[in-house]
T-cell receptor, first 112, second 112 residues
Framework: KNQVEQSPQSLIILEGKNCTLQCNYTVSPFSNLRWYKQDTGRGPVSLTIMTFSENTKSNGRYTATLDADTKQSSLHITASQLSDSASYICVVASGGSYIPTFGRGTSLIVHP | NAGVTQTPKFQVLKTGQSMTLQCAQDMNHEYMSWYRQDPGMGLRLIHYSVGAGITDQGEVPNGYNVSRSTTEDFPLRLLSAAPSQTSVYFC???????????FGPGTRLTVL
């Protein structure tokens, strides 16, 4: 069964600090991995997408990494801002399937 | 572009009532989908459509019907609402060129 596990479940950091969120997956065959940001009361918004051959991809202060061998991804947030407070969701797509596998998300709270 | 729109934003139903959640997109995307999001759980796929006239079941289709008569619209029907269907529902459409899903703002449904 395809699964996506995210850690930690929740995280509280001070504004200006860095943090890293983890995503482990057992999805086969692998097609791509995407990180979404979901603000409270809103729909998820895509941050990055990574395919099998990509190791690192950045989007402003967000940097995603992918290790296809160990089936792990991380999302690193640099110099956090209050607006980074949200849920971050890891989603893995499987080749040949229309049904992606969603992680449960990491809830990030940035305090001033 | 309005993107993906959903109506209503909030709805309260009594057990046994039926209703339709509306979803529309103006990006000419072929793939559309419905998800539900419950506390502590990841987004779960209810139904999806790969084009007008074509629909298929996701992970949790029981109690829901969909149709896709046009590219733009993808309504979700609850046949006989149950308290277990209390959830936040998201509609999404996908840009096949970038494999990016765009989510609507969600409908918060409570079934009493």
């Amino acid at each position: 069964k395809n699964q996506v596990e995210q850690s930690p479940q929740s995280l509280i950091i001070l504004e200006g600090k860095n943090c890293t969120l983890q995503c482990n997956y057992t999805v086969s065959p692998f097609s791509n991995l995407r990180w979404y940001k979901q603000d409270t009361g809103r729909g998820p918004v895509s941050l990055t997408i990574m395919t099998f051959s990509e190791n690192t991809k950045s989007n402003g202060r967000y940097t995603a990494t992918l290790d296809a061998d160990t089936k792990q991804s991380s999302l690193h947030i640099t110099a956090s801002q209050l607006s980074d407070s949200a849920s971050y969701i890891c989603v893995v797509a499987s080749g040949g399937s229309y049904i992606p596998t969603f992680g449960r998300g990491t809830s990030l709270i940035v305090h001033p | 572009n309005a993107g993906v729109t959903q109506t209503p934003k909030f709805q309260v139903l009594k057990t046994g009532q039926s209703m339709t959640l509306q979803c529309a997109q103006d990006m000419n995307h072929e793939y559309m989908s419905w998800y539900r999001q419950d506390p502590g759980m990841g987004l779960r796929l209810i139904h999806y459509s790969v084009g007008a006239g074509i629909t298929d079941q996701g992970e949790v289709p029981n109690g829901y019907n969909v149709s896709r008569s046009t590219t733009e619209d993808f309504p979700l029907r609850l046949l006989s609402a149950a308290p277990s269907q209390t959830s936040v529902y998201f509609c999404a459409s996908r840009d096949d060129s970038t494999d990016t899903q765009y989510f609507g703002p969600g409908t918060r449904l409570t079934v009493l």
